[in-house]
């Protein structure tokens, strides 16, 4: 998560790569070989989250989410 939290906080100009390998705790070469460049890791992470959103809104019915309100009061 820390790419996707980096992202979110900076936006994708002002997101560090070294930020990332820093909360991730791997090396910057492992990322660059991975995705090859910060905009594919973006990418990776709008797809990841994109997956995220759509399997909870599948399962979110109304009842489900009238209680998850109420639950936060």
């Given amino acids: 998560m820390p790419r996707l939290i980096e992202f979110a906080e900076y936006g994708y100009e002002g997101a ?3 930020n990332i390998v820093k909360a991730a705790g791997c090396s910057k070469q492992t990322v660059y ?5 910060k ?6 992470v ?8 759509a399997k909870k809104r599948e ?3 109304f009842q489900g ?9």
């Fill in 33 to 37: 070989h991975h995705f090859g460049n």
């Fill in 39 to 44: 905009e594919n890791l973006f990418i990776e």
């Fill in 46 to 53: 709008l797809e990841y989250t994109g997956t995220i959103f």
């Fill in 16 to 18: 560090r790569v070294d």
């Fill in 65 to 73: 989410f009238r209680r998850l309100l109420r639950s936060r009061k």
């Fill in 59 to 61: 399962s979110l019915t």
